[in-house]
């Protein structure tokens, strides 16, 4: 079994800038991707993050705090602004974003072949570092498995028929993908989340996953479906939920010996109580994240005892 993932995470940092009425702004480090990253890092997996961040006060926020987790964060050298996002927060804690996002990122020889690899969000959509990614993926999906999560960002996607289709087209090329029921209507507002994920397993995922916020999540495999509840918890707020959530699958599908190009045939024929133990470990890692402030994973400790009261 592969304990250690040791991951390529490829894809943007956000400075998430949390606006709350009455109060000073506060800074947390962010970008669905970065987050997965940080998430995997602080379950014990020596990870990379591939990525763009400039030389400004956001950009060195973000890659202290990566690199106090164990991330190693490689980049393509450019010099511009790191991305960021106003985030502001309703009464129940949930976030809405308005981004100033620049996403160029160029192609970097990499000094070692992963075994898998993950990305998402904005860096799958928003060219031209869009097509480096995809680019990316294509070329090591051979020796890696590979996940996704689109995250969508309505802003950011463009015309929605050509957001389907990246969206689509990188579904096809992934192993695992992650959702949320939100991202699926935007992407589809005429079908159900169920009928949308089941296509999309259909594509070549063996395994899809829709959260579904306070109603838990559910996955979706060859053999089945399986349902998660959410946790008993008190929200502060919901920033970075599906990015532990992520994390929190991977780590239990590592911890399976799932991942890696040697185990995908065995992905593909995963059974019902293993998909079970993977979301009870992704709904417990998000629960830890949504109970204190910002994008903030468990570590394995407090995975661990999120999970025994599950």
């Known amino acids: 079994m592969l304990d250690r993932l040791d ?5 943007e940092c956000v400075a998430d800038i949390v606006r709350l009425p009455g109060e000073a702004d ?22 990379t993050l591939l990525t763009q961040l400039g030389p400004d006060g956001h950009g060195r926020l973000i890659r202290d705090r990566l690199a106090a987790a164990g991330v190693e964060v490689r980049t393509d050298g ?21 981004f100033e996002v620049g996403w160029t ?14 990305t998402g969000s904005i860096a799958t959509v928003v060219d031209p570092g869009a097509a480096t990614v995809l680019a990316a993926v294509e070329s090591l999906r051979a020796g890696a498995t590979v996940s996704y999560d689109p995250n ?28 949320s029921d939100e991202d699926l209507r935007w992407l589809h507002p005429d079908e159900e989340p169920d009928q949308v994920a089941g296509r ?39 920033v970075g939920a599906g990015d532990a959530f992520m994390s ?17 045939d065995r992905l593909h024929a995963v059974d019902r109580d293993t998909v079970a133990d993977v979301l009870r470990h992704a709904v417990a890692s998000a629960a830890v994240t949504v109970s204190r402030a910002g994008a903030n994973p468990p570590g394995t400790e407090e995975l661990q005892e999120a999970l025994a009261h599950n």
Request: proline letters at 8%; charged letters at 20%.
């Open 7 to 11: 991951p390529l995470v490829i894809g």
């Open 26 to 47: 506060r800074v947390h480090p962010g970008g669905s991707p970065a987050n997965v990253a940080y998430g995997l890092a602080r379950l014990g997996h020596d990870t």
């Open 78 to 98: 450019a010099t511009g602004p790191t991305p960021s996002a106003a985030v502001a927060l309703d009464d129940q804690g949930r976030a809405t974003y308005t």
């Open 105 to 118: 990122l160029g192609p970097v020889v990499l000094d070692r072949v992963p075994r898998h690899v993950h």
């Open 152 to 179: 969508v960002r309505p802003e950011l996607m463009g015309e929605r028929a050509r957001a389907v289709a990246r969206v689509e087209r990188c579904v096809a090329l992934s192993d695992v993908v992650k959702a």
């Open 200 to 238: 999309w397993l259909a594509a070549g995922p063996a395994l899809v996953l829709v959260t579904r916020a306070g109603e838990g999540a559910f996955a979706l495999f060859p053999g089945g479906r399986a349902v998660a509840e959410a946790l008993p918890v008190t929200v502060a707020d919901t």
């Open 248 to 264: 929190g699958t991977l780590h239990a599908l590592a911890a399976h010996g799932l991942l890696g190009p040697d185990a995908r």
